[in-house]
């Protein structure tokens, strides 16, 4: 038998969790060291998954299957192929960066929030590598139970009304999602989510594949968050605890792009597309989140949820380029250029599921950073920030910049991409979207830079709005926190290939089989 | 065969015995220790039953009773809930009334009822095993006589439980009018046989049968009593009630509509499917009002009964591998609620028994000063939400399946409707729990090893049933399939 390797990479951080629990409470240090050991190992596994999957990224690798309840065809099913693979290696990085962040500014009840972080880890782990709908299922809500403590016990003021908010949308979303797996098992005979998609459920009655369609539509669309499920977001980013904020943003929303791109798109084709081009709800929904998540930034003073809001903006690219891909199959017009075009779309997004993990996980450490000195968010506050904290204005640069797409930085190709595959399918939305790219400009350049960094610095304001809190730049701690993540941006961006290799050849075999 | 039932009795004999025998409190306190015993031969001797023996393949003592795997799955139900019941209460009853001998045998004959009455294969014989138990939890309901809300709940629960019964017997009489006898299986073999003139009188039968049971499983419009007697009722009580009776009620109806009046199965299944949207949701939408976590658990029981009734109504015993069978699902989800609720009123107990309230704002702080406590509340709650991992996700996706299986779409939509609005007060006393800070000093809170062990097992079941439910899944089946037979 093989090495059960992501078996290992899910599990690990539930052995952690449960060594956690097993340390008594006093021993703070230990638990933090543990858990940022424990971290390494998915995060190094990561990386042999991502080396063996390069070869034939198409194909699902590492497959390992084990009847569960036998009665009903659950199984114990894994697998991960070109898709997956990125978000596998983002989880691990992000992780793990976020247990060695947390372990110096988290200094109240470390024992819980490390083993919730650690159970939450294993969620996002076994959806990103479920082959089997209950199984995927089960890690989805997993993943739900310790997201909400955790904005709910370490999260700011609101954060009782942010967590219940989170899980209760969710929780919509989720209970619709089982509805929909249950019609298509009763349709297809089948749990796996493979054998589903090459049996197309419903595929001679519309009526009823609409129906799993939406409610598959529903559970991931709320996780994405598009307009108009979006609304628990912001509270929920600006609530939670730096870390929360992270990989809520960073992996969380993910899972529900992932869930188009692995089981909506395969299970559905002919309804996303009809959604997607007869009658566009999904790329109007998506531009509405581009523009309006863009517009709302604007209007934002508070810098986390600013940076909350331009998560729904991003992510609207990720669901434009999917729209665009499933149009292109009933689109009209040469099947080449169609095909290229759809297959950009779709590496566009799935390119875009990584880049925003990573860029928009480095902007909440970077609220973090500031957040832990001045005690406060408020944009009027800052100002003049760039002469006094000169590294982490730097970083700040760096990592805005890739937000809003410049070129050399990995924003840059997965706007490309979503928008070139975009416009040759669905132009007229493509176009509206665009409009997306010129207001992240200026949120990011206005909103952003300007009002923290430019000017002269203003002691009397700063000392009024933060109670004479002391101005540092980042520490050694804070710089290796970020350092990886805009090596990772640096690096995608000069060499895309290195994981558009994996997408495209992933993508195209996923069009072809439509 | 009767075995189990014997042992109950004997039981039961000898805790009231003893009581009179021995004198000075030392001695007494190993009361519960011999009711305990008792329990556990039962058990011992049921799962004798279910894995070795060769059952009877028609109903024993004249056809009254039926010994098969599906009465023996509710004996091993109805003596796990002794079991832990009688555990959770020591301490409890300990500090509230010197006079707990009794209060252990009646138990005991409690669930000597329910095993009756799942095993009851003739009206007869059914209405007795329901009366018994009727009467013994208007006894322990009432238990505590200093107590002048346990009386009330008492009384409340006596006058329904007499209306239901009344209604019951009517019903019965009507069968009896029609087809001229009381065994189950004579009345469907009867029916089927009878001309239009005579069916006629099914229907209002069927109804009033339901007033009956519909009393036992606390499903709406028959709900009033539980939220008092819940209330007033000592809490270990009020944890039985929401398990023992509700478990005997469904196995009897299940064994009724499916052994006497399968031929009328368009009838209860339209009946029950109304029962069961309008108890989910009204147990649902009440139990978000409820400040009182004893009154929050009685609503949230009724919309319970709805979910099971759901399972119950998506009749398909067609048992083969990769379909969702209702009546199984009633059962696992009945075997995993088990655990689940039996698991959250140890928690109350224990509450309780620290601070002296019920009410869930005192919950507040709980996380800070018993983590392990409100830990494994927290694995309750989400069981009784439904999320995966817990037996009580199980439950929910064998019922929801079976109805999407049959195509009962609207069922199935106000189902999961239903348990996000459950989602929101349960996840209110996580809140109180884990996200609110104490006012004061809440004091820790010092379990019993009774207590102790009660929790351990309730969780580990929860969970086990969650993540790995084959075993169980299989012994529902094999429950199920002797039905069908």
Not at chain 1, 243 to 267: D, E, H
Not at chain 2, 26 to 45: E, F, I, S, T
Not at chain 2, 387 to 410: C, D, E, R, S, W
Request: charged share 10%; proline share 4%.
């Amino acid at each position: 038998m093989n090495f059960p390797i992501l078996s290992v990479i899910t599990f690990a951080p539930l052995v952690g969790a449960v060594l956690v629990l097993l340390i008594p409470r006093k021993e703070e240090d230990v638990i933090r060291r543990l858990s940022i050991v424990i971290s390494f190992v998915p995060l190094i596994l990561a990386f042999v998954v991502y080396a063996n999957v390069w070869g034939n990224p198409g194909e699902m690798h590492f497959v390992e299957e084990y009847s569960w309840i036998p009665t009903l065809n659950v199984y114990y099913r894994m697998g991960v192929d070109g898709i997956s693979t990125p978000m596998v290696l983002l989880t691990a990085l992000l992780s793990t960066l976020s247990f060695f962040y947390s372990s110096f500014t988290i200094k109240d009840r470390v024992k819980e929030y490390y083993f919730l972080f650690l159970l939450l880890e294993m969620g996002m782990f076994g959806v990103f590598v479920s082959l089997d709908f209950i199984f995927f299922y089960v890690f989805w809500e997993i993943g739900l139970v310790p997201m909400y403590l955790l904005i709910g016990v370490w999260g700011g003021q609101r954060r009782i009304y942010a967590a219940i908010k989170f899980f209760l949308f969710t929780l919509v979303g989720s209970v619709a999602m089982l509805l929909a797996i249950l019609g298509v098992y009763f349709q297809t005979g089948t749990f796996s989510i493979l054998d589903a998609a090459a049996a197309r459920p419903f595929a001679g009655n519309f009526p009823l594949a609409a129906l799993a369609f939406w409610g598959f539509f529903l559970g991931f669309a709320i996780k994405v968050p598009s307009f108009p499920f979006h609304t628990w977001l912001p509270d929920g980013h600006t609530e939670a605890p730096t870390c929360g904020s992270v990989i809520l943003a960073g992996v969380l929303l993910k899972l529900g792009a992932y869930g188009f791109i692995r089981i909506v798109l395969p299970l559905f084709p002919q309804v996303f597309s009809w959604y997607s081009y007869n009658v566009p709800i999904v790329p109007i929904l998506a531009v509405i989140s581009i523009v309006y998540g863009a517009l709302v930034c604007m209007a934002q003073w508070d810098l986390k949820r600013l940076i909350a809001y331009s998560s729904v903006s991003h992510m609207g690219y990720v669901m434009l380029g999917l729209s665009a891909g499933a149009a292109s199959r009933v689109v009209s017009g040469d099947p080449q250029g169609l095909l290229t075009s759809a297959a950009l779309a779709l590496n566009g997004a799935s390119l875009q599921m990584f880049t925003h993990g990573i860029i928009t996980g480095g902007l909440f450490f970077l609220v973090g950073i500031i957040y832990e000195r001045a005690h406060t968010r408020d944009l009027k506050a800052f100002g003049g920030l760039g002469a006094k904290v000169p590294y982490y204005y730097g970083i700040m640069m760096v990592t805005g910049f890739a937000s809003l797409g410049l070129p050399g930085l990995a924003g840059f190709w997965s706007e490309l991409f979503v928008f070139r595959g975009t416009f040759y399918v669905i132009p007229l939305f493509a176009v509206i979207g665009v409009a997306g790219i010129v207001f992240t400009a200026a949120y990011i350049l206005w909103k952003i830079v300007q009002y923290v960094f430019l000017g002269e610095f203003d002691q009397a304001k700063w000392d009024e709005a933060t109670h004479h809190a002391k101005l540092t730049d980042m520490t050694w701690w804070e710089k290796v926190t970020m350092w990886p993540l805009v090596a990772v941006m640096v690096l995608v961006g000069f060499y895309p290939t290195i994981i558009v290799a994996l997408l495209n050849a992933a993508n195209t075999a996923l069009l072809k089989g439509l | 065969m009767l075995l189990p039932q014997l042992f109950l009795v004997l039981g039961a004999l000898v805790v009231f015995g003893l009581d009179l025998i021995w004198r000075d409190d030392a001695r007494k306190g190993w009361l519960p220790y011999v009711a305990l015993l008792g329990l556990a031969l039962a058990l011992g001797a049921t799962l004798y039953l279910l894995f070795a023996a060769d059952l009877p393949s028609k109903p024993i003592l004249g056809g009254m009773l039926a010994v098969d795997s599906f009465a023996l799955f509710f004996q091993v139900i109805a003596t796990l809930v002794g079991g832990l019941v009688i555990l959770s209460s020591l301490d409890y009853m300990l500090r509230r009334t010197p006079y707990r001998a009794e209060f252990y045998g009646l138990l005991i004959i409690a669930c000597l009822a329910i095993t009756l009455v799942a095993a009851g294969a003739d009206l007869i014989m059914i209405y007795i095993a329901i009366e018994l138990l009727s009467i013994t939890s208007y006894i322990l309901t009432g238990y505590l006589r200093e107590d002048r809300k346990s009386t009330e709940a008492a009384i409340k629960y006596f006058l329904y439980g007499a209306m239901a019964s009344a209604a019951m017997l009517y019903g019965m009489s009507l069968f009896y009018g029609a087809t001229g006898t009381t065994s189950l299986s004579a009345i469907a073999a009867s029916l089927g046989a009878a001309e239009a003139s005579l069916r006629w009188l099914v229907f209002p039968a069927l109804i009033f049968l339901l007033a009956g049971f519909g009393f036992k499983i606390a499903a709406v419009p028959f709900h009033q009593w539980s939220p008092d007697a819940y209330e007033g009722a000592p809490t270990p009580i009020t944890a039985f009630l929401s398990v023992g009776p509700k478990a005997a009620g469904f196995a009897v109806l299940v064994r009724v509509l499916l052994t006497a009046l399968p031929d009328f199965r368009p009838d209860w299944v339209a009946v029950l499917s109304a029962i069961s949207m309008v108890t989910m949701t009204l147990g649902n939408l009440v139990a978000l009002t409820q400040r009182n976590i004893k009154r929050m658990l009685a609503y949230s029981s009724i919309a319970h009964a709805g979910y099971i009734l759901i399972g119950l109504v998506s009749w398909d015993l067609w048992q083969s591998a990769g379909r969702f069978t209702g009546i199984n699902g009633v059962l696992i989800y009945l075997l995993a609620y088990l655990f689940t609720n039996l698991g959250a009123f140890v928690v109350v107990i224990a509450f309780e028994q620290a601070t002296g309230s019920n009410q869930i704002e005192d919950y507040a702080g709980l996380a800070r000063t018993s983590p392990a406590m409100a830990a494994t509340m927290l694995i309750f709650l989400f069981s009784l939400t439904g999320i995966p991992g817990t037996g009580g996700f199980i439950g929910k996706l064998f019922v929801f399946g079976a109805a999407i299986q049959v195509q009962f779409y609207v069922l199935a939509i106000v189902g999961i409707i239903n348990s996000v609005i459950a989602a929101f007060y349960y996840l209110n006393v996580v809140r109180y729990m884990f996200f609110e800070p104490g006012a004061g000093e809440t004091p820790a809170i010092t379990s019993t090893p009774a207590l102790k062990v009660t929790l351990a097992v309730t969780t580990a079941m929860t969970l086990i049933i969650g993540l790995y439910a084959q075993p169980f899944i299989q012994l529902v089946q094999g429950a199920v399939r002797m039905l069908s037979g």
